[in-house]
């Protein structure tokens, strides 16, 4: 076989496989020594193909498409630093657990370190950051080798998949010339008809009947159980029925993290506590809500005040159930690190456990929680554009059955703070595997490739960092609403002791960028509104129908007066709260 | 003493000793893990700050800077994604060996790998990608730990600067509170001025006097000595003189790559041959011009004919010259690899080699090469907007003084081919380690706060990747004039073979982006002009003073023309050249 076929043969059969195993979509970037790869992937009618020059962006926005979709996605780029740009993103997808199949096409092994253009050491590029890197030989296609090459891509695949989920990285050596054999393409296919796929199956950890019953023999040992539920990020729908089940039978309140996307269809559910992250600021609620259990899924919620609850509940017995064999517990308060697929653990744990028959701790969680929304609804009075008011009023603008993608810094704390339980079915999304402010914008529209309507919520600073992000909306015609909050620069800092350093305040953390970003939506042909009254926002949502195009609707707030009016509305509600017996 | 009182001391001493030690750049990203090492670098009187939002961009600024000053560039960010961002700045700058020091906050190791906010594992994060990586302690003011902290400075500095320079990866875990101690810090000072600095001294490689004899013994024993001398980019100033000379002493030609700086204020230089990226491709000439000995300096050229035509002499006594001790030699034709101080290299070669008398070879180049560039002239005129031309008038449109910074893929090699020796001095700098199109706009800008007036000559998708990058001119009012060619995609690929298959042409390897960048240049508040004419172009030339701002002059082009034009200019000149004897 010549060179070509063998290169076409090979390179068939590690895409034909992923294919095979699941992968619908693939982000490409342009670039020379890919070209096999590229050009096979687009020969595929069932993957869906993406291109994007900016790799940073290309990497996040196919982190979007495998958190939306559950599936992996994979990820193409050429050989030297286009490689390098994909890291924020692996790291990332790394800690959040979403799956991406990373393949790299390489300079062959005659060409690395000697000076050769583009070539770049690529081995174990990601380090720790990927579950698996593969380093596969050269394209062969003898029978072993083709065998090789789909173990690698069904390997890629069950890796990228089995719990935590995350990204792999195969680099793939290719020699000159890269052109594959796309005229005899049937002739490949068919070749590869012949030969059955590679399953690999993976189990999920379940724990045995007897761990049950010894844990529900210690939670029985008082007559009151004062347990609480906390439910972060969590990527496994059948879990929500599962711990609402199993809050009803224990009398466990559900403290519900935005993304645990327990707020959503839920506002007639009393059991889930969603303004925790206001009311366990106050000592006397906390002295009043004491547990003496805590069960906890999915990552750790954003509620700074809710992280500090934890800590101050030592005496608790502090039982984390963690599918994924993860360690999150930055306190280090677990008692109990329980390794086992969460709906599994609440099914099972529900069959066993009796039924709560004194609510009084639960009844207290209810009142405080209505008590503080009520208050919290004031915010709504809040006349000028105001940060808190925007995120207290994203409930009733955005339509049904949207998904919401939300900004690190600011306006995850302030959506934790000022969105509470819908009937409305909004999808919550963030990127808080490492809280980066980087690839949002591209790893949102990744999420409107699988789910619209599309919103994202974000600051200034995050807006900017990812600017470029906003061309696969001009290319895919990939709707998105942005809500842009611009303070001019980093409002978080505002909030943080820094603020009592005046001398390099601005310069260092401040940071204003100055930039009227209506040009920047022209650029890629959007529309830009800029919003003066929360009529105007009300009008804009009316009118808009969601289904093209980019728009951007800027509030422009003040951080200094942002910082004011969440310290006073915190005091006027501890006033308030401070009055509980 | 405090915590705080510990935190300072211990920043403080790490950052004087990089003081001490000669950083005068550091360009900070905004993070709150990094408040204590932003805050003490921020007090540094002979420290410039520069500060930017966007970590990959700001790794780019910084390889700039250094690039440009030849001295170690001090990058800091917070934790979590941020670092990841510097990573494709922190390859290019190992490749093409310019030291940086990255110093990242971190969490301190009880907030690691337990799901604690922006923490992600931090330690060998760059892996083979940096020359020296030291996780530091957490803070401590005990002698010792002081000490040790002005240790780390000196030698992150030392190993930044040492042969092959490149970047290092300081990680400092930091705990809460995080904000030092700024109101005493006239103790902490005279504290460190009791203390001496470290001083860490490295030497160069140099050969011994009998190397030298045996070297000249061998190019001796021929009559005619048919040699030449190549010279690459090569960092090191006090070179040019030397090599100017050993080229004089021996009578080999100097192939001078555009990044050797050798075709600047050498018009009258026949010894510097600037064409043979054009004569090269001809199979009469190649044969008229078989070398007997190659001497090559400096990274590999750009040149491709050039990179075929060592290839193709396989039969001559290759020889590369490396002060760094790499390997840069993708083809593996070295027959003497020489680890020896360039400038030395060649002072010792000229002092030993006789005189070369009989000059017939040499003359062939000279004469070769001034025939080439006479039909290069030709390129003048061509009356509608082209590549060729814009890279054949920089030479006459460009200023004394200037500094020209080139975009990779295409236009490196237009340079080549087009623009040739100057009187001028006009210093050309590109990121040819990695040869990647990212990070180009920001790099430029670093290199700019060193020297100006600051030209960029990019394509559209090289100045899409960086587009934040232009934000560095607007804060820090750092002149610069971009030239920008929008041919509307990646015009590399029509030079490829990926040309013949017109199926995903456009999807993969086009890529149009379709985007005004007008806007763009609105956004940075700069001055935008769209070139129609060559008169346009010497207008805007002749009447700009380059002092401030910044300035994007767009070319619009045709991919496809620009094929035409390169392929019919080769195809003339060639059947000139074919007329040799």
């Known amino acids: 076989m010549s060179h070509q076929q063998q290169l076409t043969a090979y390179v068939h059969a590690l895409i034909s496989e992923l294919v095979k195993n699941g992968v619908a ?61 994909y890291f924020p993103a692996i790291v990332e997808a790394k800690i959040s657990r979403i799956p991406l199949v990373v393949l790299t096409a390489d300079r062959p092994h005659e060409l690395r370190d000697v000076g050769a253009p583009q070539a770049i050491d690529q081995l174990d590029l990601y380090g720790k950051h990927v579950k698996w890197f593969m380093e596969m030989a050269t394209p062969d296609s003898s029978p072993g080798m083709i065998r090789y090459a789909k173990t690698v891509g069904a390997r890629a695949i069950a890796m990228a998949k089995q719990h935590p989920s995350g990204p792999v990285h195969v680099n793939i050596p290719l020699r000159e010339p890269l052109i594959p054999d796309l005229d005899n393409l049937e002739y490949y296919r068919l070749e590869e008809q012949k030969k059955t796929s590679i399953q690999i199956q993976t ?28 439910c972060g990020e969590i990527n496994n729908e059948e879990f929500f029925a599962k711990v609402i089940k199993l809050a009803g039978q224990t009398g466990f309140p559900i403290i519900a993290d935005p993304l645990s996307q327990l707020r959503s269809k839920s506002a ?92 009084h701790y639960l009844n207290k969680w209810i009142e405080i929680n209505e008590l503080t929304k009520k208050e919290l609804m004031q915010t709504a009075e809040i ?36 969105f509470h339980k819908q009937n409305k079915e909004v999808t919550i999304v963030a990127n808080r595997g490492a809280n980066g402010i980087d690839g949002t914008i591209s790893t949102a529209l990744g999420v409107g490739v699988i789910k619209q309507p599309l919103f994202l919520i974000v600051g200034d600073l995050t807006f900017f960092h990812d600017l470029n992000g906003l061309i696969l909306s001009q290319l895919y015609q990939l709707p998105i609403t942005v809500l842009l909050i611009n303070n001019n620069g980093g409002g978080i800092f505002s909030f943080l002791p820094q603020v009592e350093l005046p001398r390099h305040f601005e310069l260092l953390f401040g940071t204003p960028l100055d930039i009227d970003f209506k040009h920047a939506v022209e650029m890629y042909k959007g529309e830009y509104e800029l919003i003066k009254s929360w009529q105007d926002l009300q009008m804009l949502f009316q009118k808009s129908n969601f289904t093209a195009g980019l728009r951007v609707w800027e509030l422009q707030t003040n951080r200094e007066r942002n910082l004011l009016e969440h310290r006073q509305m915190t005091n006027r509600i501890q006033k308030v709260l401070d009055q509980l017996v």
């Open 268 to 359: 007639d559910k009393e059991i889930i506590i969603d303004t925790y992250d206001t009311f366990l600021r106050n000592e006397k609620v906390k002295s009043l809500l004491k547990p003496d259990v805590i069960i906890r899924f999915g990552s750790m919620p954003v509620s700074k005040p809710l992280t500090i609850f934890l800590r101050e509940n030592e005496q608790a017995k502090q039982i984390v159930v963690d599918g994924g064999s993860g360690y999150r517990d930055p306190n280090q308060l677990t008692t109990e690190m329980v390794y086992c697929e969460e709906g599994y653990f609440c099914e099972k744990l529900t069959s066993v456990i009796s039924h709560c028959s004194l609510n």
């Open 203 to 230: 189990g999920e950890f379940i724990l045995s009947d007897s761990y049950f019953q010894d844990l529900v023999s210690t939670l029985n040992k008082k007559e009151d159980r004062k347990g609480i539920i906390i």
């Open 383 to 418: 006349q000028e554009i105001s940060e808190a008011k925007l995120f207290h009023s994203l409930g009733e603008l955005i339509p049904n059955d949207a998904v919401l993608f939300v900004g690190n810094s600011m306006p995850i704390r302030d959506l934790d703070t000022f």
């Open 25 to 85: 979509h693939a982000v490409i970037s342009p670039g020379s020594r890919s070209t096999p790869i590229s050009l096979l992937l687009a020969e595929e009618e069932d993957i869906q193909l993406h291109v994007h020059v900016d790799e940073r962006s290309a990497a996040f926005f196919a982190l979007g498409i495998a958190k939306a979709s559950k599936k992996p996605t994979v990820l193409v780029c050429t050989s030297g630093t286009a490689a390098a740009n």
